[in-house]
């Protein structure tokens, strides 16, 4: 089955960019998305990429898609307090199938 | 439009008792539907999946199961909760070409 690696955690200052990188394994998956979890609650779509693009701007987000190496990242320009959260990448292959990766807790200084 | 409902949002059950908490889905038809688990702290652990009515697939052994009695509804379950089963469970539903659409969440403390 699908792999979806990320690091645990991730400290920057405010107003500093972050960037929150993820790896996958199935080269079949279609789409790929970044959800952000704020403290106890569910999970909220940030942004998604189809497969066959390379970037994806979203006003602070950006999503870069390097398929070759299956790597994706998630740019967040002028991180705020308010960004403070857990960012997890997901996958979904060509049966339909999601996976997640273990999460990465992001921690905005002031 | 679609929504999706999962309820109770805690819950505070004795060790041995049973569990179920529920999950619908409104506007869409033969979803794909997932339950995931996320205990304190820690990542997304797929708990089960169902591609159709009385089609469940098992990630992990576990003390739980799954249910589909009806297109639309997925059910978490256990006959005997242990301490272990604490954590926040999340229901979610998919589509092909579609995002994945996530519950509330229910936080569940086994005392």
């Known amino acids: 089955g699908e792999d979806v690696e990320q690091s645990l955690f991730l400290s920057v200052r405010e107003g500093d960019s972050s960037v929150i990188n993820c790896t996958y394994t199935?080269?079949?998956?279609?789409?790929l998305y970044w959800y952000k979890q704020e403290p106890g609650a569910g999970l909220q779509l940030l942004t998604y990429?189809?497969?066959?693009?390379d970037m994806k701007q979203d006003q602070r987000l950006t999503v870069l898609l390097n398929k070759k190496d299956k790597h994706l990242s998630l740019r967040i320009a002028d991180t705020q307090t308010g960004d403070s959260a857990i960012y997890f990448c997901?996958?979904?292959?060509?049966?339909?199938?999601?996976?997640f990766g273990g999460g990465t807790r992001l921690m905005v200084k002031p | 439009s679609q929504t999706i409902h999962q309820w109770p949002a805690t819950l505070v059950q004795p060790v041995g008792s049973p569990l179920s908490l529920e999950c619908t889905v409104e506007?869409?038809?033969?979803?794909?539907l997932y339950w995931y688990r996320q205990a304190a702290g820690r990542g997304l652990q797929l708990l089960f999946y169902?591609?159709?009515?009385?089609?469940i697939s098992s990630e992990v052994p576990q003390n739980l199961s799954a249910s589909r009695p009806q297109d639309r509804q997925f059910i978490l379950s256990s006959k005997k909760l242990l301490l272990s089963d604490s954590g926040f469970y999340l229901c979610?539903?998919?589509?092909?070409?579609?995002?994945?659409?996530f519950g509330q969440g229910t936080r569940l403390t086994v005392v």
């Open positions: 997901a996958a979904k292959n060509a049966g339909n199938m999601l996976t």
């Open positions: 990429i189809f497969s066959n693009m």
């Open positions: 169902s591609v159709g009515i009385g089609q």
């Open positions: 979610a539903w998919s589509e092909v070409g579609t995002e994945a659409f």
């Open positions: 506007g869409t038809s033969n979803p794909n």
């Open positions: 199935d080269s079949s998956s279609t789409y």
